[in-house]
């Protein structure tokens, strides 16, 4: 099972990213969806979960109002559309598959490698 993350980069302050979030398998469609991420020297730390249906969201409280999770189980992708972003942003950002819905990373069965997110001020 994997799952690829991509859409990482740098931007500038205040610019916006598309995080994609692929599966590999057909299975992974009946799953809950996550982001995390880790920032140097910090631990992982939840971003955004989605539903099944993707019609039940939550999100940390320093993303609320600047990140959308979405996903297309047609495409068996997940999404990370992050706007506003700011220096402290900067982070690896891990999408990862979870059989509940959780915003634990314990929770968390399947995971991708992760991609570069620098938010250059």
């Known amino acids: 099972v994997q799952l690829q993350a991509s859409g990482g980069g740098l931007v500038q302050a205040g610019g916006s990213l598309r995080l994609s979030c692929a599966a590999s398998?057909?299975?992974?469609?009946?799953?809950?969806k996550g982001w995390f991420r880790q920032a140097p020297g910090k631990e992982r730390e939840f971003v955004a979960v989605?539903?099944?249906?993707?019609?039940?969201?939550s999100y940390a409280d320093f993303v609320k109002g600047r990140f959308t999770i979405s996903r297309d189980n047609g495409e068996n992708t997940v999404y990370l559309q992050m706007n506003s972003l700011q220096p402290e942003d900067t982070a690896v950002y891990y999408c990862?598959?979870?059989?509940?819905?959780?915003?634990?990373?314990?929770?968390?069965?399947?995971w991708g490698l992760g991609t570069l997110v620098t938010v250059s001020s």
């Open positions: 990862a598959a979870a059989n509940k819905y959780s915003i634990s990373a314990r929770d968390y069965t399947y």
């Open positions: 398998e057909r299975t992974l469609r009946s799953y809950v």
């Open positions: 989605i539903n099944l249906s993707g019609g039940i969201r």
